[in-house]
Every structure is written in C-alpha cells, then in structure tokens.
C-alpha cells in the first residue's frame, strides 16, 4: 500500500545520501534495491558523494521503521493519511523547492486549491495590535482565494488560521513535530477547526517525533515551500519568522512584512526585513496581490473584483451580489430591494456596511453606487 514509503525509508538510513538524491533515483530506478546497482558515474549525476555511493553500495535494507511506521500510523484515529513526494496529492510547490520533503503525514483533506496559498507568521507572543493586524490580513486574504498556511503555534499562527476560519475558508497547517503528537494544549481546538472545515494539518517527520530545536526550521522551510509568499507580522531580529523569510527568500518567494514601531526591539526583525529590501512593506492585501503575476491574480476569488485598481473584499455573499447590480448601473434602496428579493430594512443594513467600508457611496435621493474612493 504505501511501497514508495518504504523505498523512501530503505533510502534515508544510507548515510550520506540526501533525501534530493534518493527522491531523484527512486523516481527512476523505483526500489532502494535497484538504486545500489547504479553504475558510480550516474550516481555522480544524481549528486551522490563517494563516500555516499559506498555506503549505498553495502547497505543492509530492512524494514524495521516501516513497519513500525505502517503500525503506529493503523493505531492512529481515522482521517491520518499518508503521502509521498511522488504522488499526485503531494503539494504542487513543495514538490518544487530543492530538497522537498520525501513525505509527508496529514490529517484533513489536501486540495489543489493550496497551489494558491500564503504564509502568514510572527511572534508567539502576539501584542494586541498584531493580534487585529494578523487576523485582519488573514481574513481578506482568505476572501481573495488563497489558502493560509501556518505553524498552528500560539500568537501569530493560530491568528492567521483563525482568520481565514473567521471567513469560512481553507487553512493549512504544518506541525514542527509528528502528527500525532500534541504541541500545546491551546492549539487542539485551531487544530480541530482546521481539519472539520476542509483544511488539513500536515507532518514531514515520522509518527512519535517530538518537537525539538531541529524541527522547527524543518517546518519553517515547509511552510514557505508551500507558499507563493510569507507574510512577516510581529518579529524580533532572532524570531523564528525571520528563517521563515529566509527559506523563502531561497526559494524565490515573494517576503512581505508589516511595518511596526522603529524603536521597540520587538519589532526589530521584521522592521530590518523592509530596511535591507529582502521583504516589501505592506499596509493592506492590495500591497501583497499587486507582487504576483497575472497567472496568480487571475485565480483570485470572486469576492475580490478591481475597481480602478482597488481590490474590493466581501464579508458574505450578499454584499457581492450587491456590489456586482452597483457594477453595472447606481440604483436607489427599492430598485435593489427588487433586483435583490431583500426586504428594505434588512438590505439597509447591508449597505450601511458597505458604505462604512467605503465600497458603495450613498447618493441624492438615496442612490447608491460603486465608491471611486
């Protein structure tokens, strides 16, 4: 069942062979078995070092992590699945980056939809101010179409899962330790909406492992793997967001922060992001969208339609469809109660928010239109 598994195992306990290599030889040669017999000059080509092609060449294979795996992995609660970096549901931009992780443990559901996905990471210990800044981008973010993927850590990363929960839309998480294994206690229930919403929660390390300082820069390079760009919140200059960006920045991906106050070291890291030019100063999603290119933008969501190059993004699927009648022609309260079937006192409402956001603007003879503002 879980062959390319096994083959991957055989791979990764020959020392001095990197997963980049084993993923390159097994894609060809299929079994660990079959790779040993490689004459040495193709094994140079797939960057295997002597020293490596002598240890390849006297392995001694056995399965004992496998079935151990295959066990603990049957023992686990329904809905903790198994993939491998060779099969079809393996994350499109992980798959990607140099050196991708050769498997990976997930509960949930994986979807093509996280080709089009975002990180958004910062401090642990969150000020209240990038608690609100966190969940608001997070939010608009996910109402544009794309996924949010983070660390599902306290502070910033579950404020970035909760914010495109707030919206209803898909989150990912990737753990710095074995799927089975719980991090801290405040993340079960982030952990528990993510998965029942049709998000999922994803391990690169093997059932049991616990967290430790190896994991998380692992997880780190996973989560901005998997992303087009990293969103930088709150960050000391020794954050762990900032190896975040620097995976990213090594990746080709797009590194976006917030800016914070100049003077308090809390904010030192991601402030000396926006300074040296490795990360752009964002002050709205408009900032983040505008970076990607049109493949990109012409997947984001409906909720987000450009007026005059302003990004517009819905709270539900009424202010949209009241937005897309706006679009067309101004119209007064009871033409839109008719287009609509909203009676007036609600669809009111509706407006006043749409008015508050500055989407719509009120009229003479109460009219509404579309905002140039």
């Known amino acids: ?39 040495d000059e193709e094994l140079y080509g797939y960057g295997v070092s002597r020293n490596g092609i002598n240890n390849l060449r006297s392995a001694k294979f056995n399965d004992e992590v496998y079935n151990d795996q295959m066990e603990k992995l049957n023992d686990l609660k329904d809905g903790i699945n198994l993939i491998t970096v060779f099969d079809e549901l393996y994350p499109a931009n992980l798959k990607n980056i140099y050196d991708p992780p050769p498997y990976l443990f997930y509960e949930g559901i ?39 993927v983070s660390g599902l850590a306290m502070g910033a990363d579950t404020a970035a899962h909760n914010g495109a929960l707030d919206v209803e839309k898909r989150t990912v998480a990737v753990l710095g330790s074995g799927i089975n294994m719980e991090v801290n206690v405040s993340s079960r229930n982030t952990r ?72 308090n070291p809390k904010y030192e890291g991601g402030n000396n992001l926006i300074k040296t030019g490795q990360a752009k100063l964002i002050m709205g999603i408009d900032d983040i969208i505008e970076e990607f290119p049109d493949r990109i933008r012409n997947l984001i969501s409906p909720a987000v339609r450009n007026i005059e190059n302003k990004s517009v993004c819905f709270n539900n699927e009424t202010e949209e469809k009241i937005f897309n009648i706006l679009v067309e022609k101004k119209m007064n309260v009871d033409e839109l109660s008719e287009q609509t079937g909203i009676d007036t006192g609600t669809l009111m409402g509706v407006l006043f928010m749409l008015e508050m956001n500055k989407i719509i603007a009120r009229e003479p003879n109460n009219f509404f239109s579309i905002s140039r503002k």
């Open 192 to 263: 528990k909406k993510i998965v029942d919403s049709g998000g999922a929660v994803l391990s690169p390390f093997l059932i049991d492992t616990e967290p430790a300082k190896y994991t998380f820069p692992a997880r780190n390079r996973i989560i901005s793997g998997m992303s087009l760009g990293v969103v930088i919140a709150e960050a000391k200059k020794d954050s762990g967001s900032l190896i975040t960006a620097n995976f990213a920045l090594e990746q080709g991906k797009e590194v976006f922060a917030v800016p914070n106050e100049i003077f």
């Open 110 to 148: 994986l979807s093509e939809k996280d080709d089009i996905s975002i990180a958004v990471v910062g401090s642990r210990s969150l000020s209240r101010s990038g608690s609100y800044t966190v969940i608001k981008l997070s939010r608009e973010l996910a109402m544009a179409g794309f996924v949010i």
């Open 1 to 39: 069942m879980h062959d390319k598994f096994r083959e991957l195992l055989r791979m990764e306990s020959v020392n001095m062979v990197t997963s980049s290599s084993a993923i390159k030889l097994l894609e060809k040669y299929k079994t660990a078995e079959d790779c040993r017999e490689v004459g």
